[in-house]
């Protein structure tokens, strides 16, 4: 079985890969093991996790993760939204489409890493646009009543993972604007989890190539 790491945004990624990609790629013999990035750690040995500030503390984890020989795979699970200023290739991003622009930046990324085992992953536009493949089932594990204002102005995106990125507009602020009870690392992996991988897949392109790789690897 080939062992895959990877390294994710938080404790909801962690969780998702951890319950409901790890165990799917089983069956494809690979074995995924999902670790968090820490953004600070103090003198005493205590880490901190969240808020990336710089793209140093990614490239640093990835490069720690690409020391196990044993690893025939080092993957991540960051968030498109809200990347470090200094991510390679934000400074130059181009593309017409938010698909175009984070292949731009995983080019680049990948480029800097410049390992052959390094596969990089970009959630568009956030691990959040995955609940949007049925947000009915946001509603359903909240055991709220479905609220209709949810959906509106959807239908001119054509997939989930083109839900834009604006500070109030992001898919995780439009939730927390209806569903005021939502708790990421709670509910994130039970909505994604109760949804279905071949639902996600279906509407999220970009996660599906990452998810296809991984596969064949």
Known sequence: MKKVLALCEGQ???????DVLAPHLVTFDKHLVPTQLVTKETRSGKQFRGGVAAYSQIRRHIQ???RDKHAACVTTMLDYYGLPSD???????????????VAWLEKDFARDINDHRF?????LHEFEALLFAN??????????PVQNALFRNLNRFSSPEE???GQATHPAARIRQHLPGYRKPLHGPLIAKRIGLPAIRSQCSHFDAWLRALEQL
């Open 87 to 101: 991510f390679p290739g934000k400074q130059n991003l181009q593309g017409n489409t938010p698909h175009a622009r």
């Open 64 to 66: 720690n993760l690409l």
């Open 12 to 18: 909801t990624e962690e969780t998702f890969i951890r």
């Open 119 to 123: 596969l990089p992953y970009l959630t």
């Open 163 to 165: 839900i834009d990125d």
């Open 135 to 144: 947000p009915a089932v946001i509603f359903d594990v909240l055991a709220q």
